[in-house]
Nanobody
């Protein structure tokens, strides 16, 4: 059984930095695309960043481009999302996701329905 365990998040002031972690377990497929989605109150769930864990290619939403870094530690089966220069509009519940998506498709996998496996979600609140 695939499980994604998230940690990190919390409350931070605008301009601050936050790092989220996601540990994946029980995943046995050879290819894997992992990422982060977020959902603000009253808004649809949106893709934030993705990483194709096989070749390390990364993809970011325009809203976080230049302010975020997604990275992985294969030895720990962990993916990280660091957000800097946080803005109030970054507030929301952040979800870690994973699926057996080919590296060539990880770039375009920006819809929540593209991913089968989800973490429990973690609240990020950015105050102005």
């Amino acid at each position: 059984q695939v499980q994604l365990a998230q940690s990190g998040g919390g409350s931070v002031q605008a301009g601050g930095t936050l790092r989220l972690s996601c540990v994946i377990s029980g995943y046995t497929y050879s290819r894997k695309c992992m990422g982060w989605f977020r959902q603000a109150p009253g808004k649809e769930r949106e893709a934030v960043a993705r990483i194709s864990t096989g070749d390390g290619s990364t993809y970011y939403a325009d809203s976080v481009q230049g302010r975020s870094t997604i990275s992985q530690d294969n030895a720990l089966n962990t993916v990280y999302l660091q957000l800097t220069s946080l803005k109030p509009e970054d507030t929301g519940v952040y979800y870690c996701v994973a699926d057996k998506i080919r590296p060539s498709d990880c770039e375009i996998a920006d819809h929540w329905a593209d991913f089968t496996y989800w973490g429990q979600g973690t609240q990020v609140t950015v105050s102005s």
